[in-house]
């Protein structure tokens, strides 16, 4: 049974940073690519940020690029979304995802991901 745990969410003041971390367990890591996205109250879910399996391919969202780093440890099976000068538009739950891929091929969209963690917050306050 595939998990996929995130941590690291809380609130935090405009300009501040957070760690989300996302550790994977029930699935051979290393043939996913990992993505971030996150969903905002009455705002459909939004990409953040993808890495392939590799790590040597990664996207982000429009958004996110020169604030937000993806980064992935095969050998932990661990995920990690580094987010500095957060903003309150930020604000919204942090989704995990996992996509099984064949290649260095990494998704930007939902329907890409085949297995989901359950989320974890995040506030950003001015």
């Known amino acids: 049974q595939v998990q996929l745990v995130e941590s690291g969410g809380g609130s935090v003041q405009a300009g501040g940073s957070l760690r989300l971390s996302c550790a994977a367990s029930?699935?051979?890591?290393?043939?996913?690519?990992m993505g971030w996205f996150r969903q905002a109250p009455r705002k459909e879910r939004e990409f953040v940020a993808a890495?392939?399996?590799?790590?040597?391919?990664?996207y982000y969202g429009d958004s996110m690029e020169g604030r937000f780093t993806i980064s992935r440890d095969n050998a932990t099976n661990t995920v990690y979304l580094q987010m500095n000068s957060l903003k309150p538009d930020d604000t919204a739950v942090y989704y995990c995802?996992?996509?099984?891929?064949?290649?260095?091929?990494?998704?930007?969209?939902?329907?890409?991901?085949?297995?989901w963690g359950q989320g974890t917050q995040v506030t950003v306050f001015s």
């Open positions: 995802a996992a996509e099984f891929v064949w290649g260095d091929y990494v998704g930007t969209t939902s329907r890409s991901y085949d297995d």
């Open positions: 029930g699935l051979s890591f290393s043939t996913h690519a």
């Open positions: 890495v392939s399996r590799s790590g040597k391919n990664i």
